[in-house]
């Protein structure tokens, strides 16, 4: 069974950072990509960033271009969101999930609890 388990998130103040981590387990982590998705309050769920198995390759939404990086350590099984710069329309919660490398949620086909990320002005 495929467990993909969130953590990291907070309350930061605008401008600050935080680093959010996904640790799988289930299936060989390094086959897969992986994404990270956001959910705000009253809106729909919106693609952050996605890398591939091998981590070689990125794609980010315009949101988080120049601000957030993903990546991850095949050898731990997790995936991470380094978000710098945070601003308050970045409070959501956080999702991640393996599948495509896309930003199409639809071919994610398993996904994590979610973390609450909350950014104070």
């Known amino acids: 069974q495929v467990q993909l388990v969130e953590s990291g998130g907070g309350l930061v103040q605008a401008g600050g950072s935080l680093r959010l981590s996904c640790a799988a387990s289930g299936r060989t982590f390094s086959r897969y990509s992986m994404g990270w998705f956001r959910q705000a309050p009253g809106k729909d769920r919106e693609f952050v960033a996605t890398i591939t198995g091998s981590g070689g390759n990125t794609y980010y939404g315009d949101s988080a271009k120049g601000r957030f990086t993903i990546s991850r350590d095949n050898a731990k099984n997790t995936v991470y969101l380094q978000m710098n710069n945070l601003k308050p329309e970045d409070t959501a919660v956080y999702y991640c999930?393996?599948?495509?490398?896309?930003?199409?949620?639809?071919?994610?086909?398993?996904w994590g609890q979610g973390t609450q990320v909350t950014v104070s002005s």
């Open positions: 999930a393996t599948g495509a490398f896309t930003w199409v949620e639809d071919l994610y086909d398993y």
